[in-house]
């Protein structure tokens, strides 16, 4: 996986972490000229997926 892969992946699901609480992200970078309307990709969405699992399985963790 080249670096602007892994950059594309991880702007992804930033900005799909922000959309999902209506948060702004003013001068976000742009990687391939992505629409914040394009369908993601399987890639991204397992991404989202994961992420998400990460987040409610650890969160506790982390606040202990």
Do not use: C, I
């Not at 080249?2 to 922000?18: C, G, I, R």
Request: proline share 6%.
């Amino acid at each position: 996986m080249s670096a602007t892969d892994t950059k594309s992946l991880v702007v992804d699901y930033v900005q799909y972490q922000l959309r999902k609480k209506a948060l702004p992200w003013p001068g976000h970078p742009d990687v391939n000229d992505d629409d914040a309307d394009e369908t993601p990709t399987k890639v991204n969405l397992t991404m989202r997926v994961l992420g998400e699992e990460f987040e409610e399985r650890y969160t506790q963790v982390v606040v202990d």
